[in-house]
């Protein structure tokens, strides 16, 4: 049930709906990004979320694999969006990420992302 959680909310990001995402998340909800900032609480997540979305308008993410160690979940995969200054063949950069997350009673009370701060990969390609 956890992993579908975890695919629950990563539809939702892809939907960019951010209603879908606030009802996925616990109250006390915690986003940590690949800086380590953190952000507590859904109703702030949800500010923040529509934030994104206007600001990466293409803004998507796609997870291959998930495994589970106690309570956490570690999904694998990637993320895509146009990044502003990137001129590409498609306009699009795609880079792998991962998530630690935690899910508590079919809810995500932890989204933590982990992804490398190097320029993304400008086009997605068999084999990357």
Same mark, same amino acid.
């Given at each position: 049930m956890n992993k579908k959680t975890v695919y629950d909310f990563a539809n939702a990001i892809n939907e960019h709906s951010v209603d879908k995402m606030y009802a996925l998340m616990t109250d006390d909800h915690k986003f940590i990004d690949a800086h380590g900032h953190e952000v507590v609480g859904k109703h702030k997540m949800k500010i923040d979320w529509k934030g994104y979305f206007r600001?990466? /308008?293409?803004?998507?993410?796609?997870?291959?694999?998930?495994?589970?160690?106690?309570?956490f979940l570690g999904a694998f995969g990637f993320a895509s969006c146009t990044l502003k200054g990137q001129q590409t063949g498609n306009? /699009?950069?795609y880079w792998p990420v991962s998530w630690k997350v935690v899910v508590d009673n079919n809810k995500i009370k932890l989204w933590q992302v982990y992804e490398d701060p190097k320029p993304r990969l400008k086009t997605k390609e068999p084999g990357l």
């Open positions: 600001e990466f /308008a293409d803004y998507k993410i796609e997870i291959t694999n998930i495994v589970a160690n106690g309570e306009g /699009a950069s």
